[in-house]
């Protein structure tokens, strides 16, 4: 009997498809990016804008930009130029929202320490779920946001989009995904 006449039908999983490689444009653009990005923190760090500290943070960057070429993804292909202003500046809004999230949390992790009975109130758990984020950049983004808000730690990720976070007790693990995922996903969608 085959697979066909049980009913089966057997498919190519789309996650066994290889990505396409982005192309120079996009890593020129990508790269050009992290330099400018690298070199603005130099300038706000040092403080120093003499032409051989400039030169000097020149150097460094370029050489950090070049050693970094294959660690991060090229999405610059991906995003057309406005949109990667659009986004630019909406992380900048995210960013206050993320550290506000993260002082509650500290003082939700302040009343668990100091809980006359802690084992009524921590429940510890790993929760999954599956998030709508499809980029690489996105889903790191949601990660490293998960795990800077402390009572929660993201044990795995993966490219298809399925989360597993650890949470040490019931109002940690009931937030996810929530708001985070809906403003990173704001940040991150191509018009």
Avoid at 142 to 153: E, F, Q, Y
Wanted: hydrophobic share 50%; charged share 20%; proline share 6%.
């Amino acid at each position: 009997m085959s697979l066909y006449e049980q009913g089966i039908t057997v498919t190519k999983r789309p996650d066994n498809v290889r990505p396409k490689k982005p192309g120079l444009k996009s890593r020129i653009i990508g790269l050009g990016f992290r330099f400018l990005a690298l070199m603005a923190m130099w300038a706000l760090l040092s403080g120093m804008y003499d032409a051989f500290h400039l030169s000097l943070g020149v150097f460094c960057c370029a050489l950090v930009t070049w050693l970094s070429m294959d660690m991060f993804p090229a999405e610059g292909e991906v995003w057309p130029m406005s949109a990667l202003l659009r986004s630019a500046v909406r992380v900048t809004g995210y960013a206050p929202w993320l550290i506000w999230q993260i002082v509650v949390a500290n003082v939700r992790m302040l009343r668990l320490a100091f809980h006359p009975n802690p084992k009524k109130v921590i429940n510890p758990r790993i929760v999954t779920f599956k998030t709508r984020l499809r980029s690489k950049l996105a889903l790191t983004m949601l990660a490293n946001s998960i795990t800077l808000t402390p009572g929660t730690i993201t044990v795995m990720i993966d490219e298809r989009g399925y989360v597993a976070v650890h949470s040490i007790d019931d109002a940690s693990a009931e937030g996810m995904p929530g708001e985070m995922e809906r403003k990173i996903k704001d940040i991150f969608e191509v018009d």
